[in-house]
């Protein structure tokens, strides 16, 4: 297994954009009824890999500051959406001026910050009535079925040290909910889990089990074999646990 690391995404730039799949319109959807997608709105997309926030936030007309540490990603983000500012900094570090953005986002990258810095840090960096979301992409959903190719997948993992395996498959939704109010700055706007099924072939596969940084290549290759197996084409059943979390 590799070891987790918060740079293996920008050395993986190209793959990342192309394997990783968009998050569902359900999630821009609840967004925009919420009132978080004015026009002419202020975003700050944390974390923010090569786009896959930046875009749609872009498309719903706001202005978007782009925070990503990845130089590659970075370079890759300045590329395909010109209109970003992009700041090349940690969460941490970033620049944001106070009361500068009425939307913060965190999309598949909260984990990765130290949340005692970048809690404070987002609650001022917001307008008053400002408001932080944040999601991620679960590649697996435990209320489904276990698909065949889900049982390879299980039989991947298993074979590594027990020390390497992932932890408990929950979405945690509720423990992170906990985190992210626990110091005072936010209370819950609104907590869902979306699910979302999508098909994928081997060659999607292999890239994207690529780009998870608990994936060694040789796994990945693995993944893709075990699609070629079941007949070249599988369906995978994914949750989006999306928080939304308004200014104290
Ligand atoms: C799984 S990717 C998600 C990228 C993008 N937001 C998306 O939804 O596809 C995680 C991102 O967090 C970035 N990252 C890692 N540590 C970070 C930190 N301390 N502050 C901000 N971003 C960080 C990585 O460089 C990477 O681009």
Redesign the pocket.
């Known amino acids: 297994m590799a070891t987790p690391d918060?740079?293996h995404?920008?050395a993986l730039a190209e793959l990342y954009e192309r394997a990783?799949p968009a998050y569902p319109d359900a999630l821009w959807s609840r967004l925009r009824e919420l009132g978080a997608l004015r026009t002419g709105g202020r975003a700050v997309?944390?974390?923010?890999?090569?786009g896959?926030?930046t875009g749609p936030l872009l498309r719903a007309g706001l202005e978007v500051t782009a925070?990503?540490?990845?130089e590659r990603?970075a370079a890759r983000l300045r590329e395909r959406y010109p209109a970003a500012t992009v700041q090349v900094a940690?969460?941490?570090d970033a620049v944001l001026a106070p009361g500068s953005f009425e939307l913060a986002v965190a999309?598949?990258?909260i984990h990765?910050?130290k949340r005692e810095v970048v809690l404070p840090k987002v609650h001022h960096a917001l307008t008053a009535g400002g408001r932080f979301a944040v999601w991620r992409n679960a590649y697996g959903d435990t209320s489904v079925a276990v698909t065949p190719f889900r049982e390879r997948i299980e039989a991947i993992v298993a074979r590594r040290d027990a020390l390497e395996r992932p932890g408990p498959s929950e979405l945690e939704t509720d423990r992170w909910a906990r985190e992210l109010t626990a110091r005072g700055h936010f209370a819950i706007e609104l907590i869902e889990e979306l699910r979302w099924s999508t098909d994928l072939d081997e060659q999607q596969v292999r890239g994207l089990f690529t780009t998870f940084s608990d994936w060694s290549p040789a796994e990945a290759d693995e993944a893709a074999i075990a699609v070629r197996e079941l007949g070249g084409l599988v369906t995978e059943h994914y949750v989006t646990p999306l928080i939304v979390l308004a200014k104290r």
Not at 45 to 50: H, M, P, S
Not at 67 to 70: L, N
Request: aromatic fraction near 8%; charge should be negative; hydrophobic fraction near 40%.
């Open positions: 918060p740079m995404f920008d990783r997309d944390l974390g923010a890999g090569t896959q926030a925070v990503e540490p990845g990603l940690r969460a941490e999309a598949t990258s990765w910050m």
